[in-house]
Structures are given as structure tokens and as C-alpha cells.
């Protein structure tokens, strides 16, 4: 079955610093990896997504991830963090084989905290 | 563009009574996803729908059930109502498989459900 672990539960930085959150996966297959993003109480806004090709991906908001599938991991990062970037970031794998095509395993989620 | 609608967004029901949620796709997306998160928990699988029919089942209680319609909107019934069903609840809409890739879901906002 896959999973998905990120390390880190709550991770802290100041404005302007760089930033790169951890996750690691755990999939048979071809991987089909995610981030979202989600603000307290609200729903989940996709960041970026890598299904093949170039192995290092850009999204929105200035945020990029290098997909190794030596590691099995799909680090998020960006060089300088805004105040704004203060949310919970989901890493998932999504699953494409028989009947369970489609659905997302996420992981724990990772709490930035952004100091001014 | 359209994107995926929830209704209601919030709830708020008494222990042991139902609930339905509802969930409208994006146009021409045939394929529908139901996940929970609970306070300060990450996204977990419900089910899912491909063209009416189930296509996956993941941690759904039994006092759950869903359906998806001729018009490709689902609706999510919750009966008996307990005070850890309080989360909140993503709806997904994607294309089905098409056998060449996996194709992106995309969130709606959620519905919040709170059980007293």
C-alpha cells in the first residue's frame, strides 16, 4: 500500500529565508506526487505536481520540488519565504492501478510558522 | 472556470441524527472523490465514483453511504451521527481513467460538519 511520511510536523522560519519541507514516499508504481497547501479552516490549494519528465517541478507562488526517485522523496522548497506562506502544506501520492485509480494518500502534514 | 461545488459549507447537527452532504463536479468530470479530515489530521480516503458506480472504498464508516447521480453530482449520507464525525469534508472531481495517465483532482472548498 503506499504512504506517505513527512518528517516534519512544525517547522519554523523567518521571513526571507529559504525553506524546503521534507517527504518521502512509499509506492510500487510509477509515483504521481502532489503539494497542497491549506490556510487554517479552509480547503487545499495545489502548489505543483510532478507525473513525469523534468524531475524538478515549479508551482505557483515561487515554490518548487525536485522529485529523486533514488530517496523516494518529493522536497518542496522555495528560496525566500513570505510572511504569507504561513500554512499547513500536505504532501500526497496519488494511485493509478485497477479499481483504486485516482485516489491521494496524503501525509501528515507540515506546520510553517513564518517570524517576522 | 467552474470549479468543484459543496453544499452546504457548514453544518451542525446533534449526536445520532443524519447529515447529507453534496458535491457537484466540474463539467465533464466523471469521477468523484469523498475524503475527512478531522481537526488537525490530514485528508483521509473515503470513497469514489467512476460514472455511477463505486470505483474505490477506503476508511468509510457503515453508518455512511454514497451515491453518485445521472448528472454526476454525489451526495454523501451520514446517519447516527457521532461526535468524532465533526470534520471536515473534501469533495474531488477528476476524468476517469483514460488509460494513458493519471488524471489531476481538483478540491472543492469543503464542508464542515460539527457534531454536538
Known amino acids: 500500500a503506499q504512504s506517505v511520511t513527512q518528517p516534519d510536523i512544525h517547522i519554523t522560519v523567518s521571513e526571507g529565508a529559504s525553506l524546503e519541507l521534507r517527504c518521502n514516499y512509499s509506492y510500487g508504481a510509477t509515483p504521481y506526487l502532489f503539494w497542497y497547501v491549506q490556510s487554517p479552516g479552509q480547503g487545499l490549494q495545489l502548489l505543483l505536481k510532478y507525473f513525469s519528465g523534468d524531475t524538478l517541478v515549479q508551482g505557483i507562488k515561487g515554490f518548487e520540488a525536485e522529485f529523486k526517485r533514488s530517496q523516494s522523496s518529493f522536497n518542496l522548497r522555495k528560496p525566500s519565504v513570505h510572511w504569507s506562506d504561513a500554512a499547513e502544506y500536505f504532501c500526497a501520492v496519488g494511485y493509478a492501478g485497477g479499481t483504486s485509480y485516482g485516489k491521494l494518500t496524503f501525509g501528515q502534514g507540515t506546520i510553517l510558522t513564518v517570524h517576522p | 472556470a467552474a470549479g468543484v461545488i459543496q453544499s452546504p459549507r457548514h453544518l451542525i447537527k446533534e449526536k445520532r441524527e443524519t447529515a447529507t452532504l453534496k458535491c457537484y463536479p466540474i463539467p465533464r468530470h466523471d469521477t468523484v472523490y469523498w475524503y475527512q479530515q478531522g481537526p488537525g489530521q490530514d485528508p483521509q480516503f473515503l470513497i469514489s465514483?467512476?460514472?455511477?458506480?463505486?470505483?474505490d472504498k477506503g476508511s468509510i464508516p457503515d453508518r455512511f453511504s454514497a451515491q453518485q447521480f445521472s448528472d454526476y453530482h454525489s451526495e454523501l449520507n451520514m446517519s447516527s451521527l457521532e461526535l468524532g464525525d465533526s470534520a471536515l469534508y473534501f469533495c474531488?472531481?477528476?476524468?476517469?481513467?483514460?488509460?494513458?495517465?493519471?488524471?489531476?483532482?481538483?478540491f472543492g472548498p469543503g464542508t464542515r460538519l460539527t457534531v454536538l
Open positions: 465514483f467512476y460514472e455511477k458506480m463505486q470505483s
Open positions: 474531488a472531481s477528476s476524468l476517469g481513467w483514460r488509460g494513458s495517465s493519471y488524471n489531476e483532482q481538483f
